[in-house]
């Protein structure tokens, strides 16, 4: 056996971009590999859960989480790893804040049930066949895991270590945090590692912003584009990179693409949503009540918009759907 | 809880120039208004970031007053209550997207003078809140 460090990789609710990350790494992967003892990795190499089972307590160095936690399955996962581990890190926004698959928590399993399996215009479910727990079939017990109500961050379900935050993490910073973690040079405990500065600090644009703001109108990149030289909330795009940390290298801002918030707040804010909201309303260039009104009317989806990365990670986590149906 | 045992939480929070002192005319003065609300002095109706309008209905509140100077120049600095007049709309957009009723949040302007209207603002708002009933919100999902 060998001494190196045992590091796991797993995944929960998310789309694969995280896995991505690690892959490009490229060359440097070997030098990872070389450095540590994958146990665990079910995008990339066959592991089964006994073989982590079969670990004692604490002996996996540091597991890697991406995803956010939906299945039950999930959350057993977690668990398991936690106890495993020495340290966790959440790996990516869906694990640190919830991500877009938190954007379920505008409804609950019902409601998401009746959507995908009966009312979706591609679903032909005339025999109502939705996913349950346990299916007989040839009288043999079959299991799925069980999906829950609203989805959660990867610390609202075990204790989390470190934050790798956006979607997905850049490289640099995947590098960055392993080798702190070889080399034991770790920050306090909880911190998520990336800069402590705003988007906008570091934004290639931010010299064409305009000393003082104002927005008369909101406008949309689905159906016009912007200048890409000139600062995307000068223009009247709304831009998350007053409220959303740096560190992602603006990959999105130098795609034309006004930051929709992926690396979630800076430390300290309790609601990246919230202070959108704060700045971005701020500076609508009005002091007439009706006026604002209408302004505010050309944002489509104040929560798709402000809470795109981090509805479970938010002070309301989720809307209240439940209540409101039973109410009306 | 039935309708009627159900006494609403509401959170105040009323600028230090303006609605605070206007709040304070109300008790000195002895007007009458229900003790549903708790009220925290802020700086300025600007300073109410809605962060704390959420931590509030999270935490248990069932109802929200923010309220400040008249705008548009009776603001101690200058632009405060103008900002908090431009977030108010877009934060009750939201909010409705939450599922949360508009009428548990309001945005008032109350001046030091008006302690009047600040006992009708609150009697108004308790009963409101009281026919909607409890927000309740689930913060452990």
């Known amino acids: 056996m060998t001494s ?91 694990a640190h804040l919830g991500g877009i698959p938190s954007l379920g928590n505008t409804a609950n399993r019902e409601l998401i049930f009746q959507r995908k399996y009966m009312t979706v215009p591609t679903a032909d479910n005339s025999a109502k066949t939705f996913p349950c727990v346990s299916t007989l079939v040839d009288g043999h017990e079959l299991d799925l895991p069980s999906f829950y109500d609203t989805v959660k ?3 609202q379900t075990i204790d989390v270590d470190y934050y790798l935050p956006g979607c997905p993490p850049p ?9 702190a973690i070889l080399e034991g040079k770790l920050p306090e405990r909880g911190a998520v590692l990336a800069p402590n500065k705003s988007q906008c600090d570091t934004c290639p644009l931010n010299e064409t912003k305009p000393e003082k703001l104002a927005i008369r109108e909101f406008k949309r990149v689905a159906t016009s ?36 918030g992926c690396f979630g707040p800076m430390d300290g804010v309790l609601d990246q949503g919230a202070k959108a909201l704060s700045a971005i309303a701020s500076i609508i260039d009005s002091n007439d009540p009706e006026e604002i009104n209408r302004i ?33 | 809880m039935d309708a009627k045992s159900f006494e609403p939480k509401i ?37 109410v970031d809605p962060s704390f309008v959420m931590k509030a209905l999270a935490d248990g509140a069932d109802g929200v007053l923010i309220a400040g100077c008249h705008p ?63 927000l309740n919100w689930p913060t452990r999902r």
């Open chain 2, 72 to 134: 548009p120049a009776d603001c101690h600095y200058q632009s405060g209550n103008i900002k908090a007049m431009r977030r108010y709309p877009l934060l009750i957009k939201l909010l409705e997207q939450f599922g949360i009723e508009k009428e548990r949040v309001r945005l008032e302007w109350i001046s030091a003078s008006e302690s009047g209207k600040f006992a009708q603002v609150i009697r108004e708002m308790t009963e409101t809140i009281r026919s909607l009933g409890p």
């Open chain 1, 171 to 179: 490289t640099s910073l995947v590098g960055e945090a392993v080798r």
């Open chain 2, 11 to 47: 959170i105040g929070f009323l600028c230090r120039w303006c609605s605070y002192p206007g709040a304070d005319l109300a008790g000195t003065s002895r007007l009458k208004y229900p003790p549903n609300v708790v009220p925290i002095r802020v700086m300025c109706s600007g300073r």
């Open chain 1, 296 to 328: 505010i009317n050309t944002i489509e989806d104040p929560l798709g918009t402000f809470y795109r990365f981090s509805l479970a990670g938010s002070l309301l986590r989720g809307s209240r759907v439940v209540e409101t149906k039973r109410g009306g």
């Open chain 1, 4 to 94: 190196k460090p045992k590091v796991a990789f797993y995944w929960c609710a998310s789309c694969g971009g995280c896995e991505e990350t690690v892959v490009d790494l490229n060359e440097d992967i070997l030098k990872v590999v070389a450095a540590v003892d994958i146990v665990l990795w079910p995008v990339a190499l066959d592991f089964k859960r006994r073989d982590i089972e079969a670990l004692s307590d604490g002996e996996i160095a540091v597991s890697f989480i991406n995803g956010a936690v939906r299945l039950s399955e999930q959350e057993e996962w977690v668990k398991l790893l936690r106890q495993k581990s020495q340290l966790i890190v959440a790996f990516g926004s869906c």
């Open chain 1, 153 to 155: 961050t990867l610390d």
């Open chain 1, 225 to 260: 584009a912007p200048d890409p030289k000139t600062c995307f909330l000068a223009q009247g795009y709304i831009c998350l990179g007053p409220a959303t940390r740096s560190g992602c290298g603006e990959r999105c801002i130098r795609g034309n693409m006004p930051c929709r």
